[in-house]
Each structure stands twice: as structure tokens, then as C-alpha cells.
């Protein structure tokens, strides 16, 4: 039997493990966020986060997980009258028209079956009835495991629909998978700090086109904490942020893009895709079948159908007693799937090592 993980590894879809030298950097003294110490600091992890992000219009860092940039997304991106498009296939999908009702918007919800992709023709008789201003679509359900294709939703709604804004949450795959921002012409991507980009939690990224502010410039109340055009302000005319900023995670940004970076994004994207692969062998050996529509399998996290009617709980305590995480099923999924991230800092020989401790459970 291996030896005993401490502290736990995480097989979750986050928060997912953060390197030693990350974690550390967070202890670095604290500077004012008026200070030059932090306007170079807020203007270099930027300057990283674009080419982490694809993109060469703006970025955003935002203290908040990415629920918070969800909320920034509804708030800048439609007008009063005007619609918003979710399509709901998963818990994250729900979130997100919850959070444009919240924001009282009028959000407009198309229900898919769990584990199906978002396709065009789920969205088309909508956008084609005309009112709509933004389309908001989950790149990677992680409560599913399922990951749609964005990339030709994208090409094809701006083709028919130029003016409605694409709005894509990328909480779960940003960082491990190519998601072209500029190349797809995408409006805002969102995405969380503690998933595949391996930070602590209580950071949100976002990448944001031109077309967007232009947007954001004609919604009258956008409400202040998640304005865009105010975070555009600060930076532009000061490298800060209007409200005080988690400077610490700041740090461990700083050094994480570094590692991130220095990995290359390409050998980063295949270690994630290396980790779904050795995953989908790992459950087919045992006669598992897979939750995702085939074809729209992630290549961040995997969620497994319990065809063999095992105990998950169970299976779940197994691992964790010897130091290894992973997810049950998301929600009314629970017990029905189980869920193994392969995000972040996984390695091969690291997903090899849960698939020891799993198969001793099976046996
Ligand atoms: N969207 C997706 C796809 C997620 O997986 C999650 C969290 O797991 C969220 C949104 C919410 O992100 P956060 O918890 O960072 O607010």
C-alpha cells in the first residue's frame, strides 16, 4: 500500500494544489496599493496574464472568486430591455442565469440534458427572435465534465448575430486547455484563480475586447465593485484598483505565471490532456463508462458514470485516508458519478498514484 499523502493531494476541481514557492511568496511584507512597489507589481502579473489568456485587448484581476466576474459580466454587458442567453447544461451553467436574475436582468434559460454540450442550434431560434444583447456560455461544465465547443458557437454566433456579446465562463478550463480569446473573437472570459491556474483561491481573471467596454459604456448602472469601465480607469490611469486588493495573492500571481510561463503554455495544455487520457483508461479498465456525451469529454477534470453501483462515499473516505481527494458526483449527481480532476499541477505519475489507491478500493 502507498504511504499516506500529507498533506492531502487534491484530485478536486478546485481548489487544486498551489507549489510550496507559491504559497510562499504570499508571506512577502505588504505595500500600500497606492505605492510604486504595487503599481509594478498589479502592471507586471497583467502583462503575464495576456499571454496566459491569449488575448491582446484588456485583462482584469479582480479580488473575488469567479462568481464575482459572472456578476461583472451580466452588470457590464446588457442594457436595460435588452436579454441575455443561458444555455443551462450543469450546476455552473444554473449558477450563472441565477446571477443575472439576482442582478435583475432578464435572462432568458435553455435547458439542456446533463452531460450534453451547448450546441448553436440550442441557441439559434432564441437569438434569431431578436432582443438579445449577450449569449453567457460555460467553456467547461465541471459539475458534468463536459466541455463544449466554444470555439465554432463562437464563430457562428458572431456570423449570424454581430451584435450580441459572447460572455464565456472559463473558470475550469482556462490555463489547461487553448482557449484562442482574440482568434475566437470572444467579449469577456472569466475564470477563477484556484483552478488550473494552481492559485489560491480569491483571485478572478478576466479578458475583455474593445466591443465590450463599448458596451459597458452604454449601460447606465453597472453597479461599482465589478464596473468595468472603473477597473479600466484605475489601471489605466494609476496601475491599482479602486478598491483595495488581495496584495498577497497578487505575490503568489506573480511568481505562479512565472512557473506557468516558463512550463510553456502548449506542454502545460498536453499535461492536462496527458491526465484525461491516463483517467479514461484508468475507468474503462475497470468497466466504467463516462457522464459527458462522447466527443465533449474535458481534458481538466473527468466525471465518471457509477455503472458498477459502487459506494462513491466510501470510495471517497478510501482515498482521502490516504491522503488523496477526489470529487463525488456534483449536486443531484452525487452517488451517480464521481468526479477526478486532472488540473493544475497534476502530473502523470501523480494520477498514476490515486489510480493505485483506487484500484486497491475496487479489488
Ligand atoms: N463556473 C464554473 C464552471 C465553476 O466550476 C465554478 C466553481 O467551481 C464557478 C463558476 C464558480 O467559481 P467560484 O467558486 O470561483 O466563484
Given at each position: 500500500?502507498?504511504?499516506?499523502?500529507?498533506?492531502?493531494?487534491?484530485?478536486?476541481?478546485?481548489?487544486?494544489?498551489v507549489?510550496?514557492?507559491?504559497?510562499?511568496?504570499?508571506?512577502?511584507p505588504l505595500?500600500?496599493?497606492?505605492?510604486?512597489?504595487?503599481t509594478?507589481?498589479?502592471y507586471?502579473?497583467?502583462?503575464?496574464l495576456?499571454?496566459l489568456?491569449?488575448t491582446?485587448q484588456?485583462?482584469?484581476?479582480?479580488t473575488?472568486?469567479?462568481?464575482?466576474?459572472q456578476?461583472?459580466?451580466?452588470?457590464?454587458?446588457?442594457?436595460?430591455?435588452?436579454?441575455?442567453?443561458?444555455?443551462?447544461?450543469?450546476?455552473f451553467?444554473?449558477?450563472?442565469?441565477?446571477?443575472?436574475?439576482?442582478?435583475?436582468?432578464e435572462?432568458v434559460?435553455?435547458?439542456?440534458?446533463?452531460g450534453?454540450?451547448?450546441?448553436?442550434?440550442?441557441?439559434d431560434?432564441?437569438?434569431?427572435?431578436g432582443?438579445?444583447?449577450?449569449?453567457?456560455l460555460?467553456?467547461?461544465?465541471?459539475?458534468?465534465?463536459?466541455?463544449?465547443?466554444?470555439?465554432?458557437?463562437?464563430?457562428?454566433?458572431?456570423q449570424?448575430?454581430?451584435?450580441v456579446l459572447?460572455?464565456?465562463?472559463a473558470?475550469?478550463?482556462?490555463?489547461g486547455?487553448?482557449i484562442?480569446?482574440?482568434?475566437?473573437?470572444?467579449?469577456l472570459?472569466?475564470?477563477s484563480?484556484?483552478k488550473?491556474?494552481?492559485?489560491?483561491?480569491?483571485?478572478?481573471f478576466?479578458?475583455?475586447s474593445?466591443?465590450?467596454?463599448?458596451?459597458?459604456?452604454e449601460?447606465?448602472?453597472?453597479?461599482?465593485?465589478?464596473?468595468?469601465?472603473?477597473?479600466e480607469?484605475?489601471f489605466?490611469?494609476?496601475?491599482?484598483?479602486?478598491?483595495?486588493?488581495?496584495?498577497?495573492?497578487?505575490?503568489?500571481?506573480d511568481?505562479?505565471?512565472?512557473?506557468?510561463?516558463?512550463?510553456?503554455?502548449?506542454?502545460?495544455?498536453?499535461?492536462?490532456?496527458?491526465?484525461?487520457?491516463?483517467?479514461?483508461?484508468?475507468?474503462?479498465?475497470?468497466?466504467f463508462?463516462?457522464f459527458?456525451e462522447?466527443g465533449?469529454?474535458?481534458?481538466?477534470i473527468?466525471?465518471?458514470r457509477?455503472?458498477?453501483?459502487?459506494d462513491?462515499?466510501v470510495?471517497?473516505?478510501?482515498?482521502?485516508?490516504?491522503?488523496?481527494?477526489?470529487?463525488?458526483?456534483y449536486?443531484?449527481?452525487?452517488g451517480?458519478?464521481?468526479?477526478?480532476?486532472?488540473?493544475?499541477e497534476?502530473?502523470?505519475a501523480q494520477?498514476e498514484?490515486?489510480?493505485v489507491?483506487?484500484d486497491?478500493?475496487?479489488?
Amino acid at each position: 500500500m502507498p504511504g499516506i499523502v500529507t498533506p492531502p493531494r487534491l484530485y478536486i476541481p478546485g481548489p487544486t494544489e498551489v507549489a510550496a514557492d507559491v504559497l510562499a511568496a504570499q508571506t512577502q511584507p505588504l505595500v500600500g496599493h497606492r505605492s510604486t512597489e504595487f503599481t509594478d507589481l498589479f502592471y507586471r502579473v497583467a502583462g503575464k496574464l495576456k499571454p496566459l489568456l491569449l488575448t491582446e485587448q484588456h485583462v482584469y484581476i479582480a479580488t473575488c472568486s469567479g462568481s464575482g466576474l459572472q456578476e461583472a459580466a451580466v452588470r457590464n454587458g446588457i442594457k436595460p430591455g435588452r436579454k441575455v442567453l443561458h444555455p443551462v447544461n450543469g450546476a455552473f451553467s444554473e449558477r450563472w442565469h441565477q446571477v443575472a436574475v439576482g442582478n435583475g436582468c432578464e435572462a432568458v434559460r435553455v435547458d439542456l440534458p446533463w452531460g450534453q454540450p451547448i450546441r448553436l442550434e440550442d441557441l439559434d431560434p432564441h437569438l434569431a427572435a431578436g432582443g438579445f444583447d449577450a449569449v453567457a456560455l460555460v467553456h467547461n461544465e465541471t459539475s458534468t465534465g463536459v466541455m463544449s465547443d466554444i470555439g465554432s458557437i463562437a464563430a457562428q454566433v458572431r456570423q449570424r448575430y454581430p451584435d450580441v456579446l459572447l460572455m464565456v465562463d472559463a473558470v475550469s478550463s482556462a490555463g489547461g486547455v487553448r482557449i484562442p480569446f482574440d482568434e475566437w473573437e470572444l467579449d469577456l472570459l472569466l475564470t477563477s484563480s484556484q483552478k488550473c491556474l494552481a492559485l489560491p483561491p480569491g483571485l478572478a481573471f478576466a479578458a475583455v475586447s474593445d466591443r465590450f467596454l463599448a458596451r459597458a459604456r452604454e449601460v447606465p448602472f453597472r453597479g461599482w465593485y465589478f464596473d468595468l469601465l472603473l477597473l479600466e480607469k484605475y489601471f489605466s490611469d494609476g496601475r491599482t484598483t479602486p478598491a483595495t486588493p488581495a496584495i498577497s495573492l497578487l505575490y503568489a500571481a506573480d511568481r505562479q505565471f512565472d512557473r506557468m510561463l516558463a512550463e510553456g503554455l502548449e506542454a502545460r495544455w498536453a499535461r492536462h490532456a496527458q491526465g484525461m487520457q491516463l483517467t479514461h483508461a484508468w475507468a474503462h479498465k475497470h468497466g466504467f463508462t463516462l457522464f459527458p456525451e462522447p466527443g465533449y469529454e474535458s481534458p481538466t477534470i473527468t466525471c465518471i458514470r457509477n455503472n458498477r453501483d459502487v459506494d462513491v462515499a466510501v470510495m471517497v473516505k478510501h482515498a482521502k485516508a490516504r491522503g488523496l481527494v477526489i470529487g463525488n458526483g456534483y449536486g443531484k449527481l452525487k452517488g451517480q458519478t464521481f468526479r477526478i480532476a486532472h488540473m493544475g499541477e497534476l502530473t502523470p505519475a501523480q494520477m498514476e498514484e490515486l489510480f493505485v489507491v483506487l484500484d486497491e478500493f475496487l479489488s
